[in-house]
């Protein structure tokens, strides 16, 4: 039975600015200028991916990874 749940890893680009997304495993990559585009691009880089496929996630989780440094 497939997983009901698609991850996609969403990192900002603090220097250039914008967004990507990438399915680890899947080798499906996405960006856009803003979240709202990337999420917009997630939906469409997994329907195309899945497409005519009846056995599909149902649900994507998009994880935003976000590191911060510290400075001692």
Do not use: K
């Not at 039975?1 to 399915?23: K, R």
């Amino acid at each position: 039975m497939p997983s009901t749940e698609f991850v996609f890893e969403v990192i900002e680009d603090e220097v250039d600015g914008g967004y990507s997304a990438s399915a680890d495993g899947y080798g499906i990559h996405t960006q856009g200028e803003t979240i709202e585009e990337t999420r917009e691009n997630v939906q469409e880089a997994f329907e195309c991916y899945f497409d005519g496929e009846l056995a599909r996630p149902e649900v994507i989780r998009l994880h935003f990874a976000h590191d911060e440094v510290l400075v001692l």
